[in-house]
Every structure is written in C-alpha cells, then in structure tokens.
C-alpha cells in the first residue's frame, strides 16, 4: 500500500469537505447550529435554564420514614422540575390539560414501603414489594415529552441506590441508571447523545459523494490508475474518521459554551474521541450500503435516511423517552453504545474501565467493523472500487 | 510490422442481447498513432474500456504492453494513461490541484509532478488558470484539462477516448498539436473519434467500426485511395451506407 496515493485521496476529500458550501454545512454547521439550538431550548442561553412544572399527586401512605418527600426534594433540587403538589389527580389532570404543568406524576400509596423493603433487603428481590409512578405527560410540548422522563428516572436511579452499578429495584425505574443529580441542566442529560446525533449524518454526506464520484465518472478515471482498492478505502475512511473528530470536538465546544461540565478527566474525554472514532466506521459502511443501492446521487440522500432515522430515533438522546419495545430495538444500532457509554463516562461517573462501558465499546467495535466490511464487499460486487 | 504494442484478438463484448464489439481483432505498433473511428454507438469506448481493465470481454484476448488485460491489469494500469469521453475532473479542486491528485495517484515524486504539472499546464494553455478551482472553467478548458490527468504521468500507452468532442476549433487544434507533440515523443497512442478530418490529420493509421465490428483497416491515404474517394467520411459512406455523424 502506497501512503503518497492515501494521503492524496484523504486531502482530497478534506479539501470537498471544507470547499462545497453544502458539505460544509451538514458536516461542520449543522452540528455547531443543532447544538446552539437544542442549548438555547435546554439548557438555559440567554437566560437561566428552563423549568418544568410538575403535578404530583402523593398519595404514599408512610409510617415511619416518608420516603416521597425525600424524593420530591431531590427532584427539586434538579432546579429543573418545580414541584407543585395536588390533592387529587382530577384537579392536577386539569391544570395539565390547561397547559399550566407540563406533567403530573402520581406516587402510588406503597412508595415508602416499596423503598424500605429495598433497602432492607437490597439483593433479595423476592421481598421487594413493588411500586409504580404513574407520569403523565403534556403531549403538546414535545420539549416537555423529551426532557421530563429522563430527568425523573435519573434522580430515582440516584435515590434508590448511589452506590450500586445497575440496580434492581421495586420502584419501577425503566431505564433509570446511577447518577447523583443535584444542579443539572436538561442539556446535561442529552450532551451524551449530541456527540452521536452529529455524526450520523455523515451517512448521507459520505453516500453521495460516492454516488457522484460515480457519475461524474471519477471513480472509473481511479479505477484506471494504479490505486489499489484497499488504497482507495482506506483513504475514505480515514478522511471521514478525521472529519468525525473534528465534528466531536466542535460538539464538545459546544456544549462547554452552554455550560456542560462533566466532572472527568482528559482520558474520559480522549476516550470519548475515540468512541466516535470508532462509531464513524459504521457510518462509512452504511453509506457504502447506501451508495451500493443508489443510483444518483440524489437517490443517496434519500435511502440514507434508512439508516439515519433509526440511529437517530433509538441510538441517542431522543431515545430516552421511547417506549420500552423501542429502547430494546435500540440496541440493535451502533449510536445506542456510543450514547450509553458516554452517558456511564459523563453523567453517571463511570470509569472507563467500567464493565458497563467497556462493554458498550466492545459492541460498538464489532459491529462497526462488520457494517464496514460489509459496506466494502457489497459496494465492490457491484460498482468496483 | 515492428513491436506491438496493443494485440487484440478476436475481442467480443456482449451486454445481455447486445453485442457492442463482435469479433474485433487489431495489433498497434509502437509508437503508433492509431484511430479507432465509427459513430456513437459503434464500439470506441467498450474496445478502450477492455484494453484499460474497466470492462471484462466476453471472448478474445486483449495485450497491452505485453501484459494481458485481464490477467495482469496492475502492470497494464502503470503504463496506460486514459482520457475518458466523460469530462472526469473533481470541480472543487484547482487545475494545479487535480493534476497534482493524479500525479500522486500515480506515485510520482513531488519535483517531477511539480516539474510536469507546470509544463503540460503551459502548453494546454492552462497556467493562468491553474489556481482557479475547475467548476468555474469553461468546457474546453476542461477538456484539456482532462487530457493532462490522462497524460502526467508520461505514459508509454495513451488512450484518448474523444479528446475533442465539443471543443471549439482553437481547442481543438491545441489538443491536436499536443497529440502530435506526444507522437514525436514515440508514444502509442490510440485516438477514437468522429470526426473524419481529425483523424485525417493525426492518424498512422486507422480501424472504422460499425455495429461493432471493424470493417476496414488501414492508414488514411490507403483507405481513400483503396476506395476511390475524397476522404475517410466518405470511406465510411461507401463502406456502411451511410454518414457517421447521422447519430449524433
């Protein structure tokens, strides 16, 4: 393998990137933008961080430790959730229909109990008594849909048990995970995601420039040179590997600029790189796949969304507050390992060498290695490279 | 003849129920500027497409170089340079910078693609436009600048596949006097085109094909005169029935 004709490829490709108004945009702006934006709406530019009024219904019959006031306070001190407490869940279900709360949570009768019997017999669930939270949401504020859950589970999670790395729990936590939330802002909940969310429309970039490549009949005028296939591929995807570095650093910016400010060190955030690196490769092989199935570049962008939706919708944050059938078919895309791995790095305080991350990064490289591999058997069966 | 440097024996390439070339077979000398002429349609650029490797024959065997297309198209690919008949340039690079690409593409030293881009740039009558990015060039302007990704290289075997479709005539005759240039220099070089006059000019000799098929062989004088006519349009007249830019 020649590294003259790899480095001439990849300069190539990083000199399309930053001069085609277009590419430019998806690749560079739209991050920088999607991230200002999602800030501005939750985390609090311009103006303190919002706050969601939230309905709660107690009706924890306690005896001796009232466990739900605890629990109410933690959530308040969130500074994200304001607490309004309701006698009944007709009045609450009211104000919710109103648009007055966003949300209305009722804490069933055997909460305190349910919690004491966790905490006397932590690993023994056969003598939990089990509860459940009933949450209802304002369906018209998508923001509310979006932000409310997530921050709900996590200071549950937190409030079960600090110390434990996946808790079993009577409480009905869902997708609840360990985080001792004291003054987060929603933005620190879905930053993990961002990181992801960036770099997945790199599918459809990288799809259509293959397409065009193609005809334009540039890749046949390659083909005619001595440049080896494995020269040719190694040059793309180490172009889009740089450009996703660079994308995860103008993320990370950011959302520091926002004020997201995990407390790690510069291996968590070096690691965090490299997660993304390692995700980029499952993006050149499913634009390869997409590229293989294109037949212009125009019909690229289209068949990319097949693999961009589902990445997006059940690998990153938008994730958080799917049903549960969803989140399980989120572990059937590459973002959900990215996204959770950086959530168990940021928010949850996990080392890296954490089963749970460690885990999440063994997955994250098998199946991107097999997507890419994939991607270049099937684009050079039908197209030669 | 002296030694081949293109054998085409028996050459046939089928796509499902249409035969584009049927049974061609030819050698090029070397150092020989040779004509591939027809109509669009005929054959021209499947017959360059197996010779570069790009396209599989479905019979025959095609050398180039010595070097069996098939069988060696590595060696084959470093002594060929190909001129599509597709404009193939990347529009957001600069002149300089596409002809840099394919010098290191090809695994040159930096001083002598330096040293080549400079004069194949001054005589295309490109320098003042080497910094210019190629989308904002006019199309004859890509045309030659396509011809030098083809030829930076200094290739022993050139292919150009209608280097001068749609040039105007100054183009065109910058083209044809970098082509001859070229043949002083003891290049082979195989030229397809449609225009007669054009092969006229530059051609030792050439090969007419229709439907596929090469239906006469020889150099431009032999072929007029063998027939009795003015020109090699009129060659083509008598031979297939009727006149070769009647497709376009």
């Known amino acids: ?336 390992y990215v996204t959770d791995a950086l959530t168990s790095l940021f928010l949850r305080g996990a080392a890296i060498t954490s089963p749970a991350v460690l885990l999440d990064m063994a997955i994250l490289s098998v199946s991107c290695i097999a997507i890419l591999a994939i991607g270049i058997i099937l684009y050079g069966k039908y197209y030669k490279i | 003849m002296t030694q081949s440097a293109i054998v085409i024996e028996n050459l046939v390439k089928k796509f499902e129920d249409v035969t584009a070339v049927d049974g061609v077979s030819l050698q090029v000398a070397k150092g020989e500027l040779f004509g591939l002429l027809g109509p669009n349609g005929a054959g021209k650029t499947t017959t360059i497409n197996i010779l570069c490797g790009l396209v599989k024959p479905t019979n025959g065997s095609a050398k180039v170089g010595g070097y069996d297309v098939q069988k060696e198209p590595a060696k084959v690919k470093e002594l060929i340079g190909v001129c599509p008949q597709e404009t193939a340039i990347y529009p957001y690079l600069t002149g300089a910078e596409n002809v840099e690409l394919f010098g290191n593409l090809h695994a040159m030293n930096k001083e002598t693609v330096k040293k080549r881009r400079d004069m194949m740039l001054e005589k295309m009558g490109l320098t003042q436009d080497a910094k210019r990015k190629a989308e904002k060039y006019s199309s004859g302007m890509k045309r030659r600048l396509s011809l030098i990704l083809a030829l930076i290289h200094d290739p022993q075997i050139a292919f150009l596949d209608e280097p001068t479709v749609a040039m105007d005539p100054q183009s065109r005759h910058a083209v044809w006097d970098f082509i001859k240039e070229l043949k002083k220099e003891d290049k082979t070089i195989i030229l397809t085109t449609h225009y007669m006059e054009e092969a006229e000019e530059l051609c030792d000799r050439v090969g007419i094909i229709d439907h596929g098929k090469l239906i006469a062989l020889g150099s431009p004088e032999d072929l007029i005169s063998k027939n009795k006519v003015n020109n090699l349009e009129e060659v083509f007249i008598k031979l297939a029935g009727r006149k070769i830019r009647e497709e376009i």
């Open chain 1, 1 to 336: 393998m020649k590294l003259q004709r790899v480095f001439a490829l990849t300069n190539k490709e990083m000199k399309k990137t930053v001069r085609e108004p277009a590419v430019l945009f998806m690749i560079f702006l739209f991050p920088i933008v999607f991230v200002f934006a999602f800030g501005a709406s939750f985390g609090g530019v311009g103006g303190g961080q919002p706050v969601y009024q939230i309905g709660v219904v107690n009706l924890d019959q306690a005896n001796s430790v009232n466990s739900s006031q605890v629990f109410l306070t933690a959530l308040s001190n969130t500074k994200i959730l304001s607490i309004q407490i309701y006698a009944d869940n007709q009045t609450a279900q009211n104000d919710l229909s109103q648009g007055k709360i966003q949300a209305v949570m009722i804490m069933p009768t055997t909460f305190s109990q349910s919690f004491a019997s966790y905490q006397a017999a932590p690993n023994a669930p056969s003598k939990w008594i089990n509860a459940t939270i009933s949450l209802y949401l304002d369906k018209g504020s998508v923001v509310a849909t979006q932000a409310i859950p997530p921050i709900i589970q996590q200071v549950l999670a937190a409030f079960a048990d600090e110390n434990r790395q996946a808790p079993p729990s009577p409480i009905n936590l869902q997708t609840a995970s360990l985080i001792e939330v004291k003054q987060a802002s929603a933005l620190d909940f879905i930053a993990p995601g961002m990181f992801t969310f960036a770099s997945i429309f790199l599918i459809m970039m990288v799809a259509q420039s293959f397409a065009q490549d193609r005809e334009n009949g540039m890749m046949k005028r390659i083909r005619i040179t001595p440049t080896t296939p494995t020269e040719f591929m190694t040059s793309q995807v180490l172009s889009y590997m740089v450009i996703a570095l660079i994308q995860a650093i103008l993320v990370f910016v950011m959302v520091y600029l926002m004020g997201f400010r995990p407390n790690v060190g510069i291996l968590i955030y070096a690691f965090a790189f490299l997660l993304v690196l390692v995700f980029s490769l499952s993006n050149v092989g499913f634009s390869l796949i997409t590229a293989t199935i294109a037949k212009s570049s125009s019909a690229a962008t289209g068949i990319s969304f097949l693999f961009v939706l589902p990445q997006l919708f059940l690998g990153t944050f938008v994730g958080a507050s799917l049903s549960s059938a969803a989140q399980v078919a989120g572990k059937f895309v590459p973002s959900y």
